[in-house]
């Protein structure tokens, strides 16, 4: 390996970072042919995941804290908001990965929905801008073992 192609390695790795990867994906909608979609994921390292919640939860303890200038409301709900940034942490602090885009043709009307940055959770439900058909993607890997329709 020369001199050149180690450089262009090592500015491709910097650049591409090896948490983030694009996937296929199956965008099927009820009763029509399901279309190949891509998403653009990105995996979350321990220290995001500890963070994103950290946020999360300090927003809900923030509520909390302001309310106690609020008369009546100050008795129920600083502790209310406690609670509820013990179970928004430990909901974020599970979040492994997230949607940085998806994209991918509709199945009714061929329209290029573009799913914006969001938690990843297969499948991603969609409605289209386009005719507002409700869409599901799911990976495209995946869809071998999981192509069962459920019965509904
Ligand atoms: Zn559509």
Same mark, same amino acid.
């Given at each position: 390996? =020369? ?9 491709? !790795?910097?650049? %591409? !970072? ?14 029509? =042919? ?25 927003? $809900? +303890? ?10 009546? +409301? ?9 609670? +509820?940034? !013990?179970?928004?942490?430990?909901? +974020?602090?599970?979040?492994? &990965?997230?949607?940085? *885009? ?6 009714? $009307?061929?329209? #290029? ?5 969001? #938690? ?5 439900? %969609?409605? $289209?801008?386009? $005719?507002?058909?409700? #869409? ?7 869809? &071998?073992?999981? &192509? *069962?329709?459920?019965?509904?």
């Amino acid at each position: 390996m =020369d001199a050149h192609t180690a450089l262009q390695h090592t500015l491709i !790795s910097l650049l %591409w !970072s090896p948490m983030e990867r694009t996937i296929d994906t199956v965008i099927s909608a009820q009763g029509l =042919d399901a279309t190949a979609g891509t998403a653009r994921i990105h995996e979350l390292t321990e220290q995001e995941k500890t963070s994103r919640a950290r946020k999360a939860a300090g927003a $809900c +303890v923030a509520i909390g804290v302001v309310s106690l200038a609020i008369p009546l +409301v100050h008795f129920v709900l600083p502790w209310f908001m406690l609670i +509820v940034a !013990s179970v928004v942490y430990k909901k +974020v602090s599970q979040q492994s &990965a997230v949607l940085m *885009e998806a994209t991918g043709p509709c199945p009714k $009307c061929g329209a #290029t929905m573009s799913i914006e940055e969001q #938690t990843l959770e297969w499948p991603i439900e %969609w409605n $289209c801008q386009g $005719c507002r058909k409700s #869409t599901s993607m799911m990976p495209a890997e995946s869809s &071998a073992e999981t &192509a *069962e329709p459920s019965a509904e």
